[in-house]
């Protein structure tokens, strides 16, 4: 991120003959520099040195391809053909006879392609040298491609951590901007400015406590005279490092307490469970009934938000404790992870958006040395001239535009039109230093198998149906980019100029030598081709129904893809069928061998062989491209080097094995419609900040890190999290609090190149047990899951999952010993009442679906797949899937008052259990990705021929939920959709099975109630057994 960041020096300089264009406003395409081209206004706004040559268009006999620089003639006649069994394509007839290209005499304006790296693999000239080979139809010549124009923007970098070409990350040096600031104005600075950039009219906020808050002048820290404490303080004595800034502390969130004294609270918070009575086995007298449970779903400590309550929400962070250890011999006695989760773009509810900052002609406030940026943590002193930096205590002058007079306690009197000074989150819109090129467009390319199984499935037409439908809905209108390219064992490329009123197929055969042709009119402007992209989407189903070809170029189709997306970036989407057979990339068949599970070479099946997969993925995210890869088939397709692509480039794993569109067709189209639809954040960095004395040492989930601290995501929404964790730098922290700011630079959708800041604050203390007080269990959990996948990569699954119990050994038993000088534990197993659900929730990773059990419970491609997915879940969502919703509805669906449909009363979740399934029950199990109804054997025929109609006594893997006429259909249906309503992030596709019907029921259900011993796995209770036991070894 790159202004942020004190590694510019090395960034390519900017092009000094390129002005650069102001970020446009909202709704508004940046305008060319160039002659009018009407039908050329997309992204386009850069002047190259040279102009391209215009070439007359052939429309028929031999190509005439000139050989300009390097580029080769065309060898022979392009011929039309068609491949195979193929249709002519719907463009045959239609290609226009007028001259072809551009309008206005050839200006096309683009970036100068950068060249390629040259760690390409394998090694290759630039495209210009490379010939089309293969067939064209229809017969056209082919333009051909320019020699590179100079790069402008500099030379791309040849490896990762200098930073990509043309992504917007450059920033000033630090110092630049703040010297071009004019002087301080010593004279009638404005008292009552009026906010900048459309919020000066914004009132006060409403409800914002601390800004009502009077305060009392400055005065030197004394715990005694603070008042009585707040209820969320229970804070020990000596538990603060105390600090003379604390004073100065105070004075910017009111509402702070300081620690008080209350020892007796801390001796006595500890829960515990007796197992005295059950020595080594599983008695009947244990009260299984009295173990945590977290039925009510992701618990998020609020201490942490009464006590700071201008840090950011905790959907968008939320530390694994939030009492920072003081010492290094503090924080290794924790043994849990020391670190946070982060959702930088969280969904907020209606009313909570994020306030939008412009600081104009002023320049975004940020710390002169390290570069944070403004918050409800600085400090103005010296009336109100200067400003203390919070994280690294920097005094840094106040720019002159930006002055404000101070009230009598220390307060700037324009607090209440300051959303940076009193919010934990802001979004700024950052000024042209924070681009090296003018803010991207949106754009969506599609790289779709069309092989048999593609087309016999129904995949391709549901694909095709739900683009067409999304196309009014894609964020960015009128600037959003798209384009398309198919695969079998070939590649098709698809002209979808907007003068076309067909889209044109080009068809390239030579899998070795990857050459685009028409590299201009692949990647087109949505509305100005609309008609032609929709046409092409009408038509792609039926091009391909016959096609008989199993084989799968997928390798050579993605180089192609990224030779059309390279020079602007964007979201590559894939639709894969089979496993790759053809050309670079192709993988082969392999974990059919069970006996490699268990031995040092097991891991290997989870990650990808072919080093292909990786650097293809770190050349898409030097680019600024994310992917997404979306999976079909029935068969080893093997996800975990197909998957590689979405874990280095920010993306995600869709997985639909075998699919059918008759059965996934409705969640295809759900998942795809959200990932298309939802607002995204382009060519993204994200650092996170954190005070002197400790820093960010390792982060997990999908991304690829840039420099130490700095992730690189081409494309981020709200439904991706990463979790990051803390190492202490020196012995002895010396400071009450520690800061973070969490800063993700974006381009977005509109146009507009932003900023969003998290800021918060959490004490640091020297008593271990406040942070096992301040404990965020989803957090570690987060932190955890992330771990435990991490090391299935390296290691074997056993090894994994021991991994997670040891941790939380350690863990308690150091919590034990906290106590056990007091107390006489005897055999109590005892656990702060933060971390109560922590051992199921340790249980419950280890069998979720990446890490559970050996080769028969899990096929390799569904492990892979899983484990992708959870790498980047929110908190909420990974809670939800380790520990499902169960909850029954037969009683609900019974009742007469039919219409109160309220969520909460109806979804009271059930243990994970078998004994919580009564044979004359109706029960839901929802765990986010699938809802399974499970009819027991005695459940009221009634209730039965209600829901399923004249299928009620059939089979239940043959029939699928569909409303029936009648009040108990429509009322559970109802509810089945406001289960997903709630959480749309994935479409839970619904499964019906009855007591007994085995092996569904075990499949579907039983084995997902994780409380239960099933097979080799451990229940609840052993597993609290063995925790115990293991706890109180050495103790
Ligand atoms: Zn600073």
Known sequence: MG???????????????????????????????????????????????????????TPSGPPVAPSVGPMRPVQSPLVSQIPGNRPPPPSANSFPSTPYGPPGGGSFQRFPAPPFPAAQNPPRGPPPTQTLAGHLSPPMSIRPQQPMAPVTMGPPPQSMPSGPPGANAFPPPADSHMAARPGFQQSMPPVNPSYPGGVGSQPSFPGYPSKQVLQAPPMPFQSVSQGPPSTVSQYPPGGFAQHPNLAAQQNMHPSYAPPTSNVQGLTEDFNSLSLSSIPGSLEPGLDRNSFPRPLDGDV?????????????????????????????????????????VVCPLAETPEGEEVPLIDFGSMGIIRCRRCRTYVNPYVNFTDSGRKWRCNICS???????????????????????????????????IAPTEYMVRPP?????????????????????????????????????YPRTQIGFITYDSTLHFYNMKSSLSQPQMMVVS???????????????????????????????????????????????????????????????????????????????????????????KEYTLRVAEDPFYKQMAADCTKFQIGINVYAFSDKYTDIASLGTLAKYTGGQVYYYPGFQSSVHGDKLRHELARDLTRETAW????????????????????????????????????????????????????TPTVYFQVALLYTASCGERRIRVHTAVAPVVADLGEMYRQADTGSIVSVYTRLAIEKSLSAKLDDARNAIQLKIV??????????????????????????????????????????????ADASLDERCAAGFTMMALPVKKLLKLLYPNLFRVDEWLSKPSADQDDLKDVVR?????????????????????????????????????????ADFAAELSRVTLQEQENGMSKKLMRLINKVRENDPSYHPMCFLVRQGEQPREGFLLLRNLIEDQMGGSSGYVDWIMQLHRQIQQNA
Not at 919 to 928: C, K, Q
Request: net charge neutral.
């Open 394 to 428: 920097m005094l840094n002058d106040v720019p002159g535009e930006y002055f404000s007079h101070l009230d009598a306690t220390g307060r700037r009197m324009d607090m209440d039109q300051r959303p940076e000074l009193t919010k934990g989150s802001v979004e700024i």
């Open 683 to 734: 060519e993204a960095v994200m650092r996170i900040r954190c005070g002197k004395g400790i820093r960010f040492s390792s982060y997990h989930g999908n991304f690829m890190l840039r420099s130490t601290d700095l992730l690189a995501l081409p494309a981020v929404d709200c439904d991706k999290a990463y979790a990051m964790q803390l190492s202490l730098e020196e012995t002895l922290l010396t």
């Open 3 to 57: 202004t942020e960041n004190q590694g510019y020096p090395n960034f390519p300089a900017r092009p000094t003959s390129s002005p650069f264009a102001a970020a446009p406003p909202p709704g508004v395409p940046p305008q060319s520099g160039g002659p009018a081209t009407g039908s050329e206004t997309g992204f386009r706004p850069f002047q190259p040195a040279a102009s391209q040559p215009t070439r007359p268009f």
């Open 510 to 600: 030579d899998l070795d030598d990857i050459f685009v042709p028409l590299p201009d009119d692949l990647l087109v402007n949505l509305s100005e081709s609309r008609n032609v992209v929709e046409a092409f989407l009408d038509s792609l189903p039926l091009m391909f129904q016959d096609n008989v070809n199993v084989e799968s170029a997928f390798g050579p189709a993605l180089r192609a893809a990224f030779m059309v997306m390279n020079q602007l970036g964007g979201k590559l989407l894939i639709f894969q069928n089979s496993l790759p057979s053809l050309g670079a990339g192709r993988l082969k068949l392999r974990g059919d061998d069970p006996r490699i599970y268990g031995t040092d």
């Open 909 to 949: 979740r059930l243990p994970l259990a078998a004994e919580s399934l009564d044979s004359r029950g109706l029960y839901i199990y929802d765990d986010g990705f699938r809802l399974v109804l499970w009819f027991g054997r005695m459940l009221s025929p009634d209730i039965a021929k209600n829901l399923l109609g």
């Open 300 to 340: 998020k400590p609020n201490s942490f938000a009464e006590t700071y309550p201008m840090n950011c929400h905790s959907r968008y962070l939320r530390l694994t404790t939030s009492a920072i250890p003081n010492s290094q011999s503090l924080a290794s006695r924790w043994h849990l992870p020391l670190g946070a």
């Open 810 to 855: 350690k863990a308690l038993r150091e919590y034990r010993n906290l106590h056990a000088v007091q107390h006489r534990l005897g055999s109590r197993l005892i656990y702060p009442e933060s971390l109560k659900f922590l051992p199921l929730y340790g249980l419950a990773i280890s069998k979720s679906t990446p890490l559970q059990g050996g080769p």
């Open 440 to 476: 991207m467009p949106p754009i969506y390319f599609f790289l779709i198998d069309v092989s048999i199984s593609a087309s016999k499935s129904g995949m391709l037409e549901v694909v095709a149906q739900t683009i067409k439908s999304c196309l009014d809905n894609l964020p960015g």
